[in-house]
């Protein structure tokens, strides 16, 4: 999920109970639901590398109890005043584990099992950014001092003591926890449809089901043994298996074999779930071929949103690579 829904979830299990297991809770659950995105520093050695180390071991079971002790030690030491280590503790770790759930329901994926398995797994239930979360979030701040302003006016101006924060926190966590399971329901049924048809007389081999803004509205992607099939699928109307694009899978070549071998095209092929190849002809030098491998999670070949690259010349030599983000699908 995004650094805001983060945030706002390190807030609300503070005021839903957890501060009361040690002074200075509320930023050690801050930093602690944020904590795993500190990969973000692998950006340095350039998109690649990012892509190669983004969830990785940070978002990894191994690592939550170091995480959370890390979190405990920073806000102590920087906010020079005693922590009840215990209970800060255990704040800090039921943080860093909303983190990883509410990874894990998006399409993106995480290595829950790092470093025993490099497996990604993923729920595939909601948008990294979703306005539905976002909307709830905004209430379970606002309505504390709504509660307050009305409490005033009704009491002329002398509230009585009442813990509306605790109450809208448990409101947004309760929000988050029925909303991702209504969505995945909603997902089951998506893939349920995407696998019950015969897509151009071809059976599928693996479906998924992608999330859009609209909890009704999906991204469907069918595998099967000669081409990939993308389905957009409308859970309140009637699915037509024959209205998507079709990419046929390309057949195996000297030259997308020679960029299979590269470091760019294994890093891209381990974190790609549905990876469609392309090989075509190249602009420069003379008798090269652009060889093109995308995730069709993320777009299409006219708009990928992940894609590697490599020029490969007539005599099998890989001139240059390539990693970039094409035109981003909106999630």
């Known amino acids: 999920m995004d650094p805001l829904t983060h945030t706002a979830t390190g807030v609300f299990l503070s005021r839903a109970g957890l501060n009361r297991l040690t002074p200075q809770a509320t930023p050690i659950l801050i930093l602690a639901a944020n904590a795993p995105d500190i990969d973000i520093v692998t950006a340095a050695g350039g998109s690649l590398n990012y892509l190669h180390y983004h969830r990785h071991l940070t978002h990894a079971l191994v690592a939550m109890p170091v995480l959370a002790f890390l979190c405990v030690a920073l806000v102590r030491a920087a906010g020079r005043r005693p922590v009840q280590w215990t209970g800060a503790f255990v704040a800090a770790l039921a943080a860093v584990a909303s983190h990883l759930l509410l990874d894990f329901t998006n399409v993106y994926g995480i290595r829950l099992l790092l470093p025993f398995s490099e497996a990604w797994l993923r729920l595939d239930w909601t948008p990294v950014i979703d306005l539905f979360i976002w909307a ?149 030098p003379a008798d090269s071929e652009d060889v093109r491998l995308l995730d069709l999670r993320f777009g299409t070949p006219s708009e990928p949103g992940f894609m590697v690259s490599a020029v490969v010349d007539n005599r099998g030599q890989v001139l240059q690579t390539g990693f970039q983000f094409g035109p981003p699908r909106p999630r």
């Open 136 to 284: 709830a979030l905004l209430l379970g701040f606002a309505g504390p001092f709504l509660s307050r302003l009305v409490t005033s006016e009704i009491t002329s101006g002398k509230p009585r003591a009442q813990n509306h924060g605790r109450r809208f926190a448990w409101f947004a966590l309760s929000f988050l926890f029925i909303y991702n399971c209504g969505r995945g329901v909603l997902h089951a049924r998506a893939v349920e449809t995407l696998d019950a048809r015969v897509y151009d007389g071809a059976v599928p081999t693996r479906v998924a089901a992608g999330p859009e803004a609209n909890p009704l509205l999906w991204r469907g992607l069918v595998e099967t043994a000669e081409f990939y099939a993308v389905e957009d699928i409308n859970l309140a109307g009637r699915f037509d298996p024959g209205s998507g694009q079709v990419f046929h899978k390309a057949s195996s070549e000297p030259a997308l074999d020679r960029a299979r071998n590269t470091d760019p095209f294994r890093i891209f092929l381990g974190f790609s779930q549905f990876p469609l190849w392309e090989v075509i002809p190249a602009t420069q």
